[in-house]
């Protein structure tokens, strides 16, 4: 079992930044794919980006490309997501996410682990 837990969220002006972590318990961090995905009221949850387990892949929605990235340290079972150039349209519900059978799918998994989320929210 992998227990993920999620901070670094808050209120933000547009155009600042952020730098959310996701630290996972448990010695098999370092085997999982890991994502994150969000998810703003009223709307599905949607892909962000994601890394694979050694870090040599990532991948990017369209919509944050060139302005957050994605990184990981199995040293410290931890995962990140810096996020520049924030925009209104950021505001949601920011998830992790692990998955150790998600190979080269990282937008879609699957992934078998969920944090609890944070919230980050832009205002303009």
């Known amino acids: 079992q992998v227990q993920l837990v999620e901070s670094g969220g808050g209120l933000v002006q547009a155009g600042g930044s952020l730098r959310l972590s996701c630290t996972a318990s448990?010695?098999?961090?370092?085997?999982?794919?890991m994502g994150w995905f969000r998810q703003a009221p009223g709307k599905e949850r949607e892909f962000v980006t994601g890394?694979?387990?050694?870090?040599?892949?990532?991948y990017y929605a369209d919509s944050v490309k060139g302005r957050f990235t994605i990184s990981r340290d199995n040293a410290k079972n931890t995962v990140y997501l810096k996020m520049n150039s924030l925009k209104p349209e950021d505001t949601a519900v920011y998830y992790c996410?692990?998955?150790?059978?998600?190979?080269?799918?990282?937008?879609?998994?699957?992934?078998?682990?969920w944090g609890q989320g944070t919230q980050v929210t832009v205002s303009s």
């Open positions: 448990g010695r098999s961090f370092r085997s999982y794919a």
């Open positions: 996410a692990g998955g150790r059978q998600v190979a080269g799918n990282l937008p879609t998994g699957p992934y078998d682990y």
């Open positions: 890394i694979s387990w050694n870090g040599g892949s990532t």
